[in-house]
């Protein structure tokens, strides 16, 4: 889930609004620590068995839309929303496998830093993360990543030899339109 809200907040930065379909465990206090507004979200924890309408309705409504685990679709609903996600411009972040996802991250590793012999305080969580997906993204990446750093954001883990760390930019840019996050 830190891997999902950092890539949220990253997506919303400048934007209007954000939604949550699906994701009943999601609480406002980790949606706020990852920096998203919560002012400007939108919570349906569960949609219930009309979950494909009520998707569609929030992909035209919100700019980026966070989805937990929703039942099985036929792709006819697929191709639909994949439509109105092309036509709204609007960005779907899943937390589990979603079929016809443009890019999978998955977090392989993870491990807290900071913590030595059994004493201390913790400085960050270090997170090695897999990126696979279609088209120019098919070719397998991993990259590692503070999630969060020691200032509680998300950045690259940079060794000790290389220059200070570098940032991830402030938003997404244009990118594809469905990305499933696992880890």
Not at 111 to 140: C, H, I, K, Q, Y
Not at 165 to 171: G, I, T
């Amino acid at each position: 889930m830190p891997l999902l809200l950092a890539l949220a907040a990253e997506a919303c930065a400048g934007s209007v609004g954000w939604a949550a379909v699906g994701l009943p465990g999601l609480g406002p206090r980790a949606a706020a620590d990852a920096g998203l507004d919560l002012g400007a979200g939108l919570w349906i924890d569960s949609p219930g068995r009309s979950w494909p309408q009520v998707l569609a309705t929030v992909l035209e409504a919100v700019p980026v839309v966070l989805v937990g685990h929703l039942p099985a679709a036929p792709d006819r609903v697929l191709r639909r929303l994949s439509a109105i996600m092309r036509r709204s411009g609007a960005v779907l972040l899943a937390a589990s496998s979603w079929d016809g996802a443009d890019v999978r991250l998955q977090v392989t590793s993870a491990a807290w830093d900071g913590v030595g012999e059994g004493f201390g305080l913790l400085r960050g969580r270090r997170a090695t993360v897999l990126s696979t997906g279609r088209g120019a993204a098919s070719r397998p990446r991993r990259t590692e990543l503070w999630l969060p750093g020691p200032d509680g954001r998300v950045s690259p883990v940079i060794s000790d030899m290389e220059a200070p760390a570098v940032r991830m930019p402030d938003s997404t840019g244009g990118g594809r339109p469905v990305l499933t996050v696992l880890g």
